[in-house]
């Protein structure tokens, strides 16, 4: 028997590397989305009965935590395009992962969304509140439950330009988590922190756009829609809205690793230079303390000294 599962092991082990990065990608991204389109259904599904915007929140951060801790150890868990291409633009992944890295994603979010809504279509709730008729917008338009639109209020340029801030703020504070050379999180909390800080994204910025800032999270469930049932309204809606989440968060993703290098970054010594620049002044402090130290015991051998002679 051990034997057996010896062998099976090696059959199933792939050993290529980007294939199986791609799978783990494809995996967390899976985790990430389920969660997180799982909640989205409940609340639209449920009238408000069954969680409310805040849950769609913390489902989606959580999501993201679990997708780190998934398939961190294999491929990073990136889970989302544009961290992928500025990770590229850093010279933290090779230019010729980046097409498997996002396609692993793209199929993991699109599994995550045909499972979602397997799991509603074919428990009725999602033929019970559209009546059997799948619409993007309106009293049961339910296509938000997959992919993100604009508010009615938003102008195409006014999303756009939420989307772009909030990727750069995404991207900018991710670095700060995992920068060393900073003040980096402690080791093992930074999948939560991620995950806390997509949260707080969601309950700064969401309102106006569903805040998508992740191109992986967007358009494959977006493709699901269209070929589902919702038709290619799911491309028309909210003034052609569709390509907003692709190009805004990778153009975001580029403001603010550019703003977190300039500000931050570029100051600070390599981990060598730094360790070596803290030992210097630990010895220069100790050194200092020795001398106050050898200063003092010479005046009280002074003061002993000329009590002795009085």
Known sequence: VCRMRVDVRKWLTIHNSIVRESLAEA??????????LGSCAQVVLGRGEFGMY???NLSFGLGVTMGIHTAGGISGAHMNAAISFISCVLGRLPWKKLPAYIAGQFLGSFLAAATVFCIYYGRAALRNYTAGNLTVSGPTGTAGIFATYPAPYMSLLGGFINELICTAMLVLCVLAIYDKNNNAALEGTQALLTGLLVVVLGM?????????INPSRDLPP???????????????AGNYWWW????????????GASVYKICVDFHNPPRPE???????EMTESRTAICNISQERLHLQSFEVLCHWQI
């Open 54 to 56: 805040l849950s769609i």
């Open 27 to 36: 995996l967390g991204t899976f985790v990430m989305m389920l969660l997180g």
């Open 222 to 236: 977006r493709l699901f829609t269209a070929i589902a049932g919702w038709g290619l309204e799911v491309f028309r």
């Open 244 to 255: 907003v989440p692709i190009v805004a968060p990778t153009l975001g993703s580029l403001l």
């Open 274 to 280: 730094r360790k070596a620049s803290e030992d210097k």
């Open 204 to 212: 700064t910025m969401g309102m106006n756009t569903g805040y998508a």
